[in-house]
DNA sequence: TCCGGGCGATACCCGTCGGGTATCGCCCGC
DNA sequence: GCGGGCGATACCCGACGGGTATCGCCCGGA
């Protein structure tokens, strides 16, 4: 099975339309038409059932959009990874971190500056990234390591270790009324009838349905917290970047958010593994 | 990138030797070497450092090695997975573990009778395979769950339930002088003159040096203790196999042993995960 | 009921490229 | 100094990927 067949199938099982699949992939129509009953014959499988009218996945073609997707990110990888170690000639390349933007806004400084200390460390460059990115870039070799956060993130398929578990905190208003409380209950903030939480976006860019507002980084959602229009739970080392107008109060009962550097289980890199083991003895 | 590009350069990298690489691929000399160059040319970088009289790999080509490797077995999963669902054209396509031949002789049929108990159990094909194996065989697509050893083989990139934590015992000729013992301590094994630990092979089949016999199952294993050629420590659910000349004798302070069950960690299906908490409930 | 339009499949042509054979250039070792 | 091993180059051919034109089918509206 070729790499471009690959493309061609997903672009056409995400579509669920020839000739929008063929538009995107920058071909015409009958070819792509035959690439897939081409790969259908090769692999023996009908793939797609062409209902008159409709184009849907048969069960096989589901599996194969699930594994192609992650062979061709493994492809990627390889592509991105092979280009960096050659631009840069000499000695190590540099590492590519990748994290939620915003997020361990204490921890990442403190991990940058313990690794630039280390004897033979290499240039670090930092990728902000959106919610549950970062296990795509790893994957497809955007990135060499990220700090995720449990149990928000999913680890699957990765090697971790963990760095720090902080309690959470509710972000109010700093006129609020449970703003002077020493602590709540997560029943207590779900309760509140005017402020409903935030929808943080999906992997695919789409928003839940809800109440609350549509978020996509902490400045939105700190304005609308000043505003009045929402409440959010954050792990409480977002104290840090919290504006005068905004108070955070602590909820025990919330589940406690781990803060974990995560690596594609195959690399071998001198460089990672110092900066790991930087990470693990802050 | 296409795979019959990785493909070629992965020959290559392995042989480092063109013409062999070619004969292994089935092609002649000069279309291998040409679609090296053009995979040279396309990701701007050497992969290949032709030395006359010798070809060897560039930090580029090493990294290009070892990410290609993982992105074929990637695309090979990928083929795999999809004729297998493909062939079981109703309902769940069946299990395929993979166990070393030999190990979890107790939990591994009260694992397939347990699960073979569901409501909606599959069919689960056992797969032996060799030491270390596992993992591979679990990224290409050939097994969809595996029965892995801590600490003996590597869990990376897998997604894992711990099932059982075993100590270790000694087995050795039942008339041996330890054999009578209530416990020994690693010290004393490693010291017996005449009974060096044997040798495992490696991934690659190849067995490292010293001056224990190379083995490659627990019959022959045991055929060599009983012979009185070497001794081994095996976790104690080994005790169900021994024939009635070998004794067993635990080994408290050697590392304990523990089964986990791993899969691929972005499997979606239904009987994987029926397997899955059968196991964790046992 | 018929017609128009949307969509995937088919037919057919062309250019590119992958693969083969023959040969060269280089270097090492006898 | 020469023979042989090895990778690169030259050149040819056939296969296959891609394009345009068109068909067949089906649905929906008049």
Redesign the pocket.
């Known amino acids: 099975m070729e790499t471009?067949e690959l493309r061609?199938f997903v672009a056409v099982a995400e579509e669920?339309?020839?000739?929008r699949a063929?538009r995107r992939l920058?071909?015409?129509?009958?070819?792509l038409?035959?690439?897939?009953?081409?790969l259908e014959r090769r692999l023996g499988a009908t793939l797609l059932a062409?209902d008159?009218?409709a184009?849907t996945l048969t069960p096989a073609g589901a599996v194969l959009l699930r594994e192609g997707r992650a062979a061709l990110d493994a492809v990627a990888a390889a592509d991105r990874r092979t280009r960096r170690a050659a631009s840069t000639a000499a000695g190590e390349p540099g590492l590519v971190l990748a994290t939620k933007a915003g997020a361990s806004s204490e921890l990442l400084p403190k991990l940058l500056d313990a690794y630039a200390a280390e004897p033979d460390a290499v240039a670090v460059e930092v990728l902000l990234c959106g919610i549950g990115e970062q296990e795509r870039l790893l994957r497809d070799g955007r990135a060499d390591v990220a700090l995720l956060h449990l149990p928000f993130d999913s680890t699957a398929g990765l090697d971790t270790e963990e760095l720090v578990t902080e309690q959470q905190v509710v972000v109010l208003p700093a006129g609020h009324p449970l703003a002077g409380r020493a602590q709540v209950r997560t029943a207590d903030v779900s309760a509140l009838p005017d402020l409903p939480l935030p929808r943080w976006p999906r992997r695919d860019g789409s928003y839940p349905d809800g109440p609350g507002p549509e978020v996509r980084d902490h400045a939105q959602l700190f304005q609308l917290i000043a505003l009045g229009r929402t409440v959010a739970v954050l792990p409480e080392s977002c104290r840090t970047l919290l504006r005068p107008d905004l108070a955070a109060v602590p909820v025990p009962d919330a589940p406690a958010v781990t803060t974990v550097i995560a690596w594609p289980p195959h690399s071998r890199s001198r460089s990672l593994a110092a900066l790991v083991s930087t990470a693990t003895r802050l």
Chains 1, 2 share one sequence.
């Open positions: 471009r061609y669920l339309h020839f000739g063929a920058g071909i015409a129509q009958p070819p038409s035959r690439a897939i009953a081409q062409r008159s009218r184009v």
